[in-house]
Antibody, heavy 123, light 106 residues
Framework: QVQLVQSGAEVKKPGASVKVSCKTS????????INWVRQAPGQGLEWMGW????????NYAQRLQGRVTMTTDTTTTTAYMELRNLRSDDTAVYYC????????????????WGQGTLVTVSS | DIQMTQSPSSLSASVGDRVTITCRASQSIGSYVNWYQQRPGRAPNLLIH???TLETGVPSRFSGSGSGTDFTLTVSSLQPEDFATYYCQQSFSPPITFGQGTRLEI
């Protein structure tokens, strides 16, 4: 069964960086795109970007360009999302979610999701 | 970016009721719409992909329809476990965008 397991909650000060991990299981990494989605307290879902588990290609949401970096470690089948220069409005639960990739294209049908990582930005 | 406008933002209903949630895309997106259910404190869960295809294990009281710009999620007979927040999402092209969510409450 495919599972995504994320790292634990973080508390950061404004201006700092955070790096969240997403460990995949079920031998899916090479045919997956890992999407990152965040949810501020009481708010809706915001897509942050995507990284290919196959070749590391990325696609970031424009409003986060320059502050976000997504990477993978194929040896441990783990994806990472680093967000820099944190602000108070970055306080949110951060989710990773898988989209299936064939040889020629990737879908954005997000399933499964990780359990979420709460990142709190506070001075 | 493709905007997804979801309505209503909240909905009060009772067990056994039939409810419908709508989602409108800002441009034609074929059938590239997914629906998610999110319970409090939990990650979203994919219910329906490609506008109308139920995920494995999703009860048949859930159904989706639509194409182009207008989409609906219908729950034919609400059960207690269905009271949650529902989101539509366009999977047509990145950046992926979600509707604002519909909170379904008793």
């Amino acid at each position: 069964q495919v599972q995504l397991v994320q790292s634990g909650a973080e508390v950061k000060k404004p201006g700092a960086s955070v790096k969240v991990s997403c460990k995949t299981s079920g031998n899916i990494f090479s045919n997956s795109g890992i999407n990152w989605v965040r949810q501020a307290p009481g708010q809706g879902l915001e897509w942050m970007g995507w990284i290919s588990g196959y070749n590391g290609n990325t696609n970031y949401a424009q409003r986060l360009q320059g502050r976000v970096t997504m990477t993978t470690d194929t040896t441990t089948t783990t994806a990472y999302m680093e967000l820099r220069n944190l602000r108070s409005d970055d306080t949110a639960v951060y989710y990773c979610a898988r989209g299936y990739c064939s040889r020629t294209s990737c879908s954005y049908d997000l399933d499964p999701w990780g359990q979420g990582t709460l990142v709190t930005v506070s001075s | 970016d493709i905007q997804m406008t979801q309505s209503p933002s909240s909905l009060s209903a009772s067990v056994g009721d039939r409810v419908t949630i709508t989602c409108r895309a800002s441009q034609s997106i074929g059938s590239y719409v997914n629906w998610y259910q999110q319970r409090p404190g939990r990650a979203p869960n994919l219910l329906i992909h490609s506008a109308s295809t139920l995920e494995t294990g999703v009860p048949s009281r859930f159904s989706g329809s639509g194409s182009g710009t207008d989409f609906t999620l219908t729950v034919s007979s609400l059960q207690p476990e269905d009271f949650a927040t529902y989101y539509c999402q366009q999977s047509f092209s990145p950046p992926i965008t979600f509707g604002q969510g519909t909170r379904l409450e008793i």
